[in-house]
């Protein structure tokens, strides 16, 4: 009689044990059965509201707050969602990095079988011009670099600058292209500096100090027909991509609709 209260003992102790064991494993919080993703928004333009719980308060002065969010591990597709707290500005998107859509991308969706990073930030000139998740979380490139081909539709002289290496002009030659090395992950972006001497279409009835030089871009990430105040951002890729630069002058009218041919109708 002694020895089955004995073994009865041993036997409650074994099953607290492995019952103990089997809450550690699928307790909320971590284990091999469920996987992190942490979620980073970075944004100077609208404050960004994440899913998940909240790691660490928003850091003063910069609108980069962090979440973590834990999952169920297993081979299903999770889609992450991020919400602007304000309404953006017309042409501008959220922008999502560590996606399965890669770099950039206007929606994010995740495998649930890995631990993940993503950073979210918005196409606005206030976060392209500083990169905020552009070399955070960018996907290495398999393939190298890419090429950013810039097609000048205008006898006016313009320079382009913006965080890219090297010169971009057309020196006042209609058609001129030029090349521009970009990396995967990063983005770039694009602002028009035209020289306003020199008219190339010097006619009577044009009136003396009046501008002409109404810069516009097409094909940029950022939206479509954008003016000269506004940056143009391109998100660099390993494939090829093309941004078409034209003006408003009234002699200029055909050689601006070719640039149509490289618009894109979605900002992504």
Same mark, same amino acid.
């Given at each position: 009689?002694? $020895? ?9 102790? %074994? ?10 494993? *699928? ?20 404050? *960004? ?10 850091? =003063?002065?910069?609108t980069v707050c ?7 591990? @297993? ?17 501008? $998107? ?5 996606? $399965? =859509? ?7 969706? *995740? ?58 002009? @057309? ?39 009046f501008s002409y ?10 939206? *479509? ?17 093309? %941004?078409? %630069? ?7 009218? =055909?050689?601006? $609709? =070719? ?8 900002t992504r």
């Open positions: 009689m002694q $020895r089955l209260a004995v073994r009865a003992a041993v036997t409650a102790v %074994v099953l607290l044990v492995a019952a103990g064991s089997a809450y550690l494993l *699928l307790r909320p919080g971590g284990s091999a059965d469920s996987v992190r993703f942490a979620l980073v928004a970075d944004s100077r333009l609208s404050a *960004l509201d994440l899913p998940g719980e909240p790691d660490g308060a928003c850091e =003063e002065n910069s962090r979440s973590s969010l834990r999952v169920e591990k @297993n081979s299903k597709v999770r889609k992450v969602v991020v919400t602007a707290r304000g309404t953006l500005p017309e042409g501008v $998107r959220l922008a999502y990095w560590g996606c $399965r =859509e890669g770099p950039g991308a206007p929606a994010c969706t *995740l495998r649930q079988d890995h631990d993940a990073t993503i950073c979210v930030t918005t196409t606005g000139p206030a976060d392209t011009a500083r990169q905020a998740c552009g070399k955070k979380t960018a996907r290495p490139a398999a393939d190298g670099p890419g090429k950013l081909t810039v097609i000048f539709k205008t006898k006016w002289k313009i320079d382009l600058f913006g965080n890219f290496k090297g010169s971009c002009g @057309n020196g006042g030659v209609l058609g001129k292209t030029c090349e521009i090395t970009v990396k995967p992950g990063k983005i770039y972006y694009l602002r028009a500096q035209p020289t306003l001497e020199g008219d190339p279409y010097a006619h009577p009835a044009r009136k003396p100090g030089v109404y810069i516009g871009y097409e094909g940029c990430n950022s939206g *479509l027909g954008h003016g000269d105040s506004i940056i143009c951002a391109v998100f660099g890729s390993s494939g090829e991509a093309t %941004v078409c %630069v034209s003006t408003g002058d009234e002699y200029e009218r =055909e050689a601006a $609709r =070719e640039c149509q041919a490289y618009r894109r109708t979605e």
